[in-house]
């Protein structure tokens, strides 16, 4: 076999004017398990992906958005399908998983929690895409119990309000697979979270706000505010906070 390790690192620092390291990182993952198994196999005598160096990923810096931009960003998204995804990032720092996994009986209007311990997501199953639901989190860690807000406990009292008008407005046509989810659409549909995804990149081009990930709303800024509330939440004195974005 005339395979050798300069073929392997010529294609890599071709592919690298193609695309990003990290999809070069995993070629090189996928070759190399291959080359592994044909080594095995007495197929080849060496493996040359051995001598190969991968590139070094990219190091990603984030950027995020000030409390002002937090403002105009959650304004622009009243009324439209991004607006539970835009409130619950910027208030709780929820990954989009964890957003379209929110169901109604994770809410405790009574002691006033959010337990977040569901999640959806979008993955490939026999080459379709599908929605997975588990009764999981991203890590031990992201399993937690929040404090249920005044300002979010009004806003899922009227959207649950809204979303029993729809179905008793749409009768047999109204969607009944996703009765526990919150974030449904008017015929009772769960939001995808490619949706979320695919759409937040031009919403927040159409409405003039400077381009960031939807995770970026998980910023430290956000967190340390989560923070902030819960020790509030916890001394019950959140009667008299100001949460620092228009609500």
């Known amino acids: 076999m005339e395979l050798n390790q ?27 398990k291959a080359l592994k198994y044909a080594v095995k196999m007495d197929m080849i005598p060496t493996n040359p992906a051995d001598k190969v160096e991968r590139p070094k990923p990219e190091i990603f ?30 208030i709780y720092g929820l990954r989009r ?29 026999d080459g379709h895409k599908e929605m997975l639901f588990e009764n999981s ?11 249920l807000l005044p300002f979010i406990k009004s806003w899922l009292i009227e959207r649950k309000a809204n979303q029993d008008d729809y179905m ?36 927040l081009e159409k409405n003039g706000i400077r381009p960031v990930r939807l995770h970026d709303l998980r910023h430290p800024y956000v967190k340390q505010k989560l923070k902030n509330i819960l020790f509030i ?7 008299n906070y100001v949460i620092p974005i228009v609500i």
């Open 6 to 32: 300069k073929h392997l690192q010529d294609f890599y620092t071709a592919q690298l004017d193609r695309v990003k390291a990290k999809s070069v990182i995993h070629y090189h993952a996928n070759i190399h």
């Open 61 to 90: 810096v984030g950027s995020f958005l000030d409390s002002n931009e937090c403002n105009r960003l959650y304004e622009a998204a009243k009324g439209t399908k991004l607006e539970m995804a835009v409130l619950f990032g910027i």
């Open 97 to 125: 998983s964890e957003v379209v996994g929110l169901r109604w009986k994770a809410i405790d209007f009574a002691n006033d929690t959010i337990t977040i311990n569901h999640t959806v997501i979008s993955c490939h199953v």
């Open 137 to 147: 989190t991203k890590s031990k860690s992201s399993y937690r119990v929040l404090p």
């Open 168 to 203: 008793r407005l749409c009768g047999r046509s109204y969607c009944r697979d996703y009765l526990d989810y919150i974030y449904v659409d008017e015929m009772g549909y769960i939001i995808n979270p490619d949706y979320v995804s695919r759409h937040f990149t031009s919403f």
């Open 233 to 239: 939440f916890k001394n019950r004195k959140y009667n």
